[in-house]
């Protein structure tokens, strides 16, 4: 069982529009959490990294927030434009070793 | 800085043929992984490697085999290929010595290898 949930699956939303992608994730001990973007055909691009003492990281128009307690992040897209039309993918890296535990990604599509 | 480069791009293989995919980074990273993605689910760890000489299984190593002889270069290689490693390879690398900690690195991508086996 995967232990990095992502929902939804996929979303389409109008340029302009905000939108928000979840992530829960079950990884126990947790080191960071990561928010990728990924493009068609290409490999994924960090966006975020956040430690456990963090709540809220943004990056340009992209937020993501992180409930530890809850171990549950989400990814907030302000003003969509058409080049954020991707993948978006939630990773966490456990605690003790080098290896990242991936989402399997929330496909954003974004219309004129 | 030409980042994370993968070798090939492409590759369509015949059940029972070998490849080896090259994986090439120019940041002095220490650690570099091969993952794969398939539809619907997330990237698997095949094999990574923490420095030069050293490599390790990760989630899904069967039917794989790795080498690290160059920091700079992480190899995957396939002895048999089988239609279930139809797939696309991600490489990627982490870790310049002297960051704060490894744990919390940004790990960079290559552009993916697409892998067919018919």
């Known amino acids: 069982k995967n232990q990095v949930e992502q929902s939804p699956q996929s979303l389409i939303i109008l340029e302009g529009k905000n939108c928000t992608l979840q992530?829960?994730?079950?990884?126990?001990?947790?080191?960071?959490l990561r928010w990728y973007k990924q493009d068609t055909g290409r490999g994924p691009v960090s966006l975020t990294i956040m430690t456990f003492s963090e709540n809220t990281k943004s990056n340009g128009r992209y937020t993501a927030t992180l409930d530890a307690d809850t171990k549950q992040s989400s990814l907030h897209i302000t003003a969509s434009q058409l080049s954020d039309s991707a993948s978006y993918i939630c990773?966490?890296?456990?605690?003790?070793?080098?290896?990242?535990?991936f989402g399997a990604g929330t496909t954003v599509t974004v219309r004129a | 800085n030409a980042g994370v480069t993968q070798t090939p791009k492409f590759r369509v293989l015949k059940t029972g043929q070998s490849m080896t995919l090259l994986c090439a980074q120019d940041m002095n990273h220490e650690y570099m992984y091969w993952y794969r993605q398939d539809p619907g689910m997330g990237l698997r760890l095949i094999h990574y490697s923490v420095g030069e000489g050293t490599t390790a299984k990760g989630e899904v190593p069967d039917g794989y085999n790795v080498s690290r002889l160059k920091k700079q270069n992480f190899l995957l290689g396939l002895e048999s290929a089988a239609p279930s490693q139809t797939s696309v390879y991600f490489c990627?690398?982490?870790?310049?010595?002297?960051?704060?900690?490894?744990?919390?690195?940004?790990?960079?991508f290559g552009q993916g290898t697409r892998l067919t086996v018919v």
């Open positions: 990627a690398s982490s870790y310049e010595p002297g960051q704060t900690h490894a744990l919390n690195t940004e790990a960079f």
């Open positions: 990773v966490v890296s456990l605690g003790d070793d080098y290896k990242l535990s």
């Open positions: 992530c829960n994730y079950t990884v126990s001990p947790f080191s960071n």
